[in-house]
């Protein structure tokens, strides 16, 4: 039998202060064959362990590309996101995963997409962008627009700037509160769509962020036309055991991190009470 | 099987095997505890089985699922190593004189935790584990088994299945782990001759019977949570009547709640997991203070949604409830599960 | 047996419980179905009491300040040096320059011991625990309010009253066993009256919700009595119907700001009761004119149809073992089995059985002794955590030449200690703890503590050994022999006796098991001398809301027990890390000044200011802020700790405040 509470020990590899309150971190396996079999889609999530401290799950937050490290943005809230981010490169970890479902991808080739990211949303988003961007024939338009609180929430610079350089996508970033320095938009996120070429029936959308910002920018996608089964949002929810079985996660019948955290607005809409 | 399914053993004789099953396996059984109340409990010697018990204080989820368990442990070998050390419990236990409700508690939990992935801390103590259950030929106040289709007498889910009958028990074998019981105490069970078998047969259907009374009112509170009838204010009722003790999770047979604890001290540590209570208002608080269930009105429905509707009975195979009746002893408010259904198909408190 | 039945170790309720053991290792914990307490039935902290014996927080070795960290020492280290400073400091300054404090959470024998200890082999009376402040303590040595610092009624009287008030108590969250049968006579159609400023999960169940103006809850209580006692003839020379002539309902409702009309309903239905009861904890005696509050509400049942068998007042304690602490002597003023110092046929009593003179002169109370003596023992107490002042408690620890602390975790008290010494938990020690109700109830013994960790009442006996008073007990059964014959209440008492049932209740006139014999104060039914003017802070535009300490909401977050076992840590947020104070406000006043939950504000009174984080409540009236009691130390500049004009006891008054937005 598997032991789906026994974590892999990994390595931190690398640490990338974000912002003043966010982190990445690159980890590896430390048995090279764990890392093998380690085969994930973008928006599953690992339980990482801070051994002594408690354990938390995080999105993946990198494509698996070449390398052999994998990356989690965490942002420090509490207790185990605090402890990891006083640790150092070469401290161990460990990690349980890739748990949770995942992004659809083949299901949504050749269709235009859409990617909204709100502040930490922008990390369960990421490897999906890159993933779609090196497969970049197979969709149609591609759209990524990200809004965060001020200009130093913003995450992932150098991603940025590689997608506002690139020209098969579109890409729009705003703040709700600017500084002397920012020139580029202000307002909440919902704000870039009438700037933005979306074509509503063509559109697959991608919404991660936090509830208030997903609640709103999916009423402004409904009423430009999306369909329903169109618009793809992760749920967050307090975590314990990440494979059905603590019932933490629970609402209704539908366990967030077994049969999400990926769900359409369809599926949430049918769901008991997603506060 | 070929070989006859049903046995009888002498009251004596019963003595001298739970005696052999001692000297085999840890013994688990209803046992009275300092101050008289039955606690299902290891019992060391024959007369320690309380085989006259209505109904037990705890639940065998105590201990196939226990409420404080170390999930792993490790150790840090200077700088780097992290070694890392899962403990499983490989005890053999018997359970012995279980009632029909709180088997199917088990085979409740067996479904919940063999679904993918296995928990393989239960499964471990479950391959571990053989289940000798005892019929109910009492009614007891408190327990309505019979609404919920968990007793008075099962028809499979035990490797044995005792019966009193007036001088002898009627065993009747569920699987071959039972038969391999019986095989083992040589001379002591006969073959159950046929006036036994009907005897039996008799019985459950007297007992059940007298059981009828014993009443929940599953199927109109089922239809009613799933299909979200239950009014707001009645929720919102039952919440005034929920003073967030979590002891409904803990006595109940089919919950299973958890959460997970890290202790460390100098280079060693280890991860427990602990019972919770899906009524504990920081149940689902999250690191940033937003709490999905801040309303206790909300809680109690999630609880009562997961316990009674059919996308969970469909899944389960049954609602979550055996009828076990723990809940009513234990509720410091009055929330217990013959409460909620009788209020949930009136619409009132 | 692997079921160990024993004693819930947090509230003063007493529930039994069971803790499950497997080889020497707790797993878990069961309600015991037949217990008279619990009835089958736990509070979410019982049901988790295993957790905080297993915790990995829990104290494992002696430690010994070395520079200013404390260090890991040797039994032998550490008690040779609480020997020989407590030995050098009783030779220079005198017994009297050393004070002890035990503990409402400690077992009797413990508490015994160690107050054994105090008196015969330092020679000091400075014996208290700072949870005294639990109940409205001092009082017990003025005779006419004896009535009113015990348990006169028992907790299945709230199952037999006809009318039930809450006074400025929660149950829920501080006694949910009484909590639990309110909630039952409430269904079963009980009228429950509840008078706060913050209604509680039970105020839902109530018929009347009285929220009298923070500190007129005397005025109140005048004016119910006022009304009650109009329905019957007064009798000759009644003083109580003098003393309340005046406190008419439109009065009451001047100074309380209750309406009159709610004054007269409840007022009526007091008088038309055969069993009012009177359910109050420490919020009633905490208050201000706290005396005089409860003289009043002790004379609710003469303004009812309540005949002399009923007693109508329930208090609560919060802790497991507050009046065994009583019982024992932990009292600077009594012996065991409240027996004066100051008669010489006790101290003789006790002289002979310890083979020690004992210091006849009384000693201070926890709250005068903080400062005053050179060393300190502290055996499960937390004087940071329990007095009022937080500052002036940190101050007076620090200035201490020698402080001993003994507990089971690093409390805000150990870690200032020069010696800590590390005890045994509820589930690891043989003992007794008497409920409030004067129940006393057996601790068994279910697995070892955890590394070095030793039973406290070992530790005592091993420390008077050094200090030249060596103490022979093979186990706490022989302790608990020792004190039946010392101590007339407790003179039925032995384990034999408690293992056949499930405790004995104890009473003052020695009929034990009598429910409620022997407790009349020479003021019971008395009522209050006069009713003065209400402490209510008068509130004007500048600071137009009353704060009010409350001593209910999030008592738990502050327990030391509680943070320790881990699921109830989780359900008090505090994995989430330290947070601004909470300060309740009513839905209207939020709305009025644009206050959302969590929003930051300022709270600013006339002595100073503080910040917290709104919580949005439906259960505080306007006009009211609330503000828990555990956050006093932030809060101690708008809510200075002041005194209770009468006793001296310190108390927390409301105050006016302003709440503005950050
Ligand atoms: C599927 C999923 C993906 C996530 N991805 C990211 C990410 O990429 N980056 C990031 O910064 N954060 C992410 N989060 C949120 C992150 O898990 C929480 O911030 C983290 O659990 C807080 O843990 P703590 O121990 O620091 O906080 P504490 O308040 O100390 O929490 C204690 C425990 O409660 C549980 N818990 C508390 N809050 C949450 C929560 N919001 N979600 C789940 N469990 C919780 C965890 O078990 C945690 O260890 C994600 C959450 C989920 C559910
Ligand atoms: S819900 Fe109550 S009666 Fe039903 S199985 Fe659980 S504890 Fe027993
Ligand atoms: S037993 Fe009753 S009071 Fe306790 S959590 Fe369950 S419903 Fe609430
Ligand atoms: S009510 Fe008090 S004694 Fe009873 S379980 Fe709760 S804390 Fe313990
Ligand atoms: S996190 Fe445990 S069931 Fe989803």
Request: charged share 25%; proline share 5%.
């Amino acid at each position: 039998m598997e032991n789906a509470y026994l974590p892999d020990v990994v390595e931190i590899a690398a640490i990338r202060d974000e912002t003043y309150d966010t982190k990445t971190f690159g980890l590896r396996f430390v048995e090279p064959a764990r890392w093998e079999a380690f085969q994930y889609r973008p928006g599953q999530f690992v339980e990482v362990s801070l051994f002594g401290v408690g354990e938390a799950p995080f999105c993946l937050a990198s494509a698996r590309d070449g390398a052999d490290t994998f990356e989690i943005t965490v942002r420090g809230t509490g207790s185990v996101t605090d402890a990891l981010h006083n640790l150092e490169v070469g401290a161990q970890l460990g990690v349980r995963g890739p748990l949770g479902n995942g992004f659809p991808f083949d299901e949504v080739k050749r269709r235009d997409i859409l990617f909204v990211g709100g502040g930490i949303g922008l990390p369960p988003l990421r490897p999906l962008i890159w993933q779609v961007l090196n497969s970049r024939g197979e969709f149609g338009k591609v759209t990524v627009l990200y809004g965060a609180r001020a200009p130093a929430d913003l995450v992932y610079k150098d991603d940025l700037e590689r997608w506002r350089a690139r020209d098969d996508v579109e890409f729009m970033v705003t703040v709700d509160v600017g500084d002397e320095s920012w020139t580029d938009n202000v307002g909440v996120v919902g704000t870039l769509f009438p700037k933005a070429d979306i074509e509503p029936q063509a559109t697959v959308a991608f919404v991660c962020g936090p509830p208030i910002m997903i609640r709103f920018v999916v009423r402004d996608l409904l009423s430009m036309g999306l369909a329903e089964e169109d618009i793809y949002t992760t749920l967050e929810r307090h975590m314990r055991c990440g494979v059905g079985k603590c019932n933490h996660c629970l609402i209704g019948d539908k366990y967030v991190c077994k049969d999400g955290p990926v769900f359409s607005y369809r599926q949430m809409k049918t769901m008991m009470d997603p506060g | 099987m070929s070989q006859p399914a049903a046995y009888v053993i002498t009251r004596p004789r019963l003595a001298e095997w739970v005696g052999k099953l001692i000297g085999r396996a840890q013994v688990i059984a209803p046992r009275r505890a300092q101050g008289g109340d039955v606690a299902y409990d290891i019992v060391e010697t024959p007369d320690q089985v309380a085989w006259d018990y209505s109904t037990s204080i705890n639940p065998l989820k105590r201990f196939l699922f226990p409420q404080g368990d170390e999930l792993l442990r490790w150790q840090r070998a200077g700088d780097d190593g992290l070694q890392l050390e899962p403990t499983y419990d490989e005890t053999d236990r018997i359970f012995l004189a279980v009632r029909s409700c709180d088997l199917s508690g088990v085979l409740f939990l067996d479904r919940v935790f063999s679904r993918e992935p296995e928990d393989v801390y239960y499964m471990t103590r479950r391959q571990h584990s053989t289940l000798i259950s005892l019929t109910c030929s009492e009614p007891v106040e408190d327990c309505f088994c019979v609404c919920a289709d968990a007793g008075p007498f099962l028809e499979t889910g035990f490797d044995l299945q005792l019966t009193a009958l007036s001088d002898d028990y009627l065993v009747e074998v569920g699987t071959e782990k039972g038969q391999e019981l019986i095989n083992q105490a040589e001379g002591l069970f006969a073959p159950a001759p046929d006036e036994l078998i009907q005897a039996r047969r008799d019985l459950e259907k007297e007992v059940e019977a007298r059981f009828a009374e014993h009443k929940s009112y599953f199927a109109a509170a089922l239809r009613k949570v799933t299909f979200d009838r239950v009014p707001d204010e009645l929720w919102e009722e039952m919440a005034d009547r929920c003073l967030e003790c979590g002891g409904c999770s803990f006595v109940c047979p089919t919950c299973t709640c958890f959460l997970t604890a890290d202790w460390q001290s100098e280079g060693e540590g280890h991860r427990d997991r602990l019972w919770d209570s899906c009524l504990y208002s920081c149940y689902t608080l999250e690191a940033s203070g937003h709490n999905p269930r801040a309303q206790r009105r909300d809680r109690v429905k999630a609880r009562f949604f997961h316990k009674l509707s059919y996308q969970f009975a469909k899944e389960l195979e049954t609602h979550g409830c055996v009828g076990c009746g723990r809940c009513i002893a234990t509720c410091l408010g009055s929330n217990d599960m013959p409460t909620v259904t009788a209020r949930i198909r009136r619409g009132a408190i | 047996m692997p079921h160990v039945l024993t004693t819930c170790p947090y509230c003063g309720c007493g529930c039994g419980l069971y803790l499950q053991v497997e080889g020497r290792r707790l797993l878990g914990t069961t309600a015991s179905a037949g217990h008279p307490v619990g009835q089958g039935r736990l509070c979410a902290k019982g049901w988790h009491a295993h957790e905080l014996a297993t915790s990995g927080t829990r104290l494992r070795t002696p430690l010994v300040r070395r520079g200013s960290s404390l260090q890991q020492a040797s039994w032998e280290e550490a008690l040779s040096l609480v020997g020989e400073r407590l030995t050098a400091i009783k030779a220079e300054s005198g017994g009297a320059a050393i004070g002890v404090l035990a503990s409402a959470r400690a077992t009797n024998e413990e508490n015994y011991l160690l107050a054994k200890l105090a008196r015969s082999a330092l020679g000091t009376n400075n014996v208290d625990f700072s949870a005294r402040l639990d109940a409205l303590p001092g009082l017990f040595d003025l005779p006419k309010y004896r009535h009113l610092s015990l348990c006169t009624a028992g907790l299945d009287d709230i199952a037999a009253a006809d009318l039930v008030f809450l006074w400025q108590t929660d149950p829920v969250e501080e006694h949910p066993a009484a909590a639990a049968r309110v909630l039952r006579a409430a269904e079963a159609g009980v009228p429950v009256v509840e008078v706060t400023a913050r209604r509680g999960q039970l105020g839902e169940l109530a018929q009347i919700s009285l929220a009298p103006r923070p500190g007129s809850e005397l005025q109140l209580a005048a004016g119910l009595l006022h009304v009650a006692l109009s329905k019957t003839e007064p009798a000759e020379g009644d003083s109580l119907a003098a003393t309340v002539a005046n406190c008419t309902p439109d009065q009451t409702e001047a100074a309380t700001d209750v309406p009159a009309s709610d004054v007269i309903r409840a007022g009526e239905a007091l008088a038309a009761a055969d069993k009012p009861l009177v359910i109050y904890t420490r919020g009633a005696s905490l208050g201000p004119q706290g005396a005089d509050t409860l003289m009043a509400l002790s004379a609710f049942g003469k303004a009812s149809e309540a005949d002399d068998s009923w007693c109508s007042l329930l208090w609560l304690s919060s802790y497991c073992n507050f009046q065994g602490a009583r019982d024992m002597g932990v009292l600077p003023y009594f012996l065991a089995g409240y027996q004066p110092v100051s008669e010489e046929t006790t101290r003789a009593k006790f002289a002979e059985a310890w083979g020690a003179a004992l210091p006849s002169e009384a000693g201070l109370p926890s709250w005068e002794m903080l400062g005053r003596v050179r060393a300190l023992f502290v055996m499960g107490d937390d004087p940071v955590s329990s007095l009022p002042d937080v500052a002036a408690t940190r101050q007076a620890l620090g200035n201490t030449d020698f402080l001993v602390v003994q507990d089971i975790f690093l409390t805000p008290t150990a870690e200032m200690a020069h010696v800590v010494l590390p005890g045994a938990s509820f589930a690891e020690k043989d003992g007794t703890f008497t409920n409030t109700e004067r129940r006393v109830q057996r601790v068994r013994r279910a697995a070892d503590p955890p590394g070095e960790a030793r039973a406290d009442w070992e530790i005592i006996c091993d420390l008077s050994g050094r200090l030249g008073r060596p103490m022979d007990y093979a186990s706490p059964a022989q302790v608990m022999a020792e004190i039946a014959e010392l101590v007339p209440i407790y003179s039925e008492i032995s384990y034999q006796r408690l293992d056949e049932d499930w405790g004995v209740r104890w009473s003052l006139d020695g009929a034990v098991s009598a429910e409620r014999a022997g407790f009349g104060g020479e003021g019971e039914e008395e009522g209050p001398a006069s009713v003065s003017q209400p402490a209510a802070p008068t509130v004007d535009e500048e600071y137009p809301f009353v704060l009010v300490a409350d001593h209910s909401l999030g008592a738990w977050a502050a327990d030391k027990l509680v943070v320790n076992a881990v699921g109830l840590r989780r359900q008090q947020g505090a994995d989430r890390g330290e947070q601004l104070p909470e300060l309740w406000m009513s839905r209207a006043d939020c709305q009025k000044g644009e206050l959302r939950e969590g929003t930051r504000v300022r709270v600013r009174a006339r002595t100073g200011e503080m910040d917290a984080a709104v919580h949005v409540s439906d259960a505080v009236h306007a006009g009211a802020v609330v503000l828990s009691a555990v956050m006093r130390e932030a809060a101690a500049s708008v809510l200075p700790p002041g005194a209770d004009s009468e006793t001296g006891v310190p108390v927390l008054r409301p105050v006016a405040v302003s709440v503005e937005k950050v």
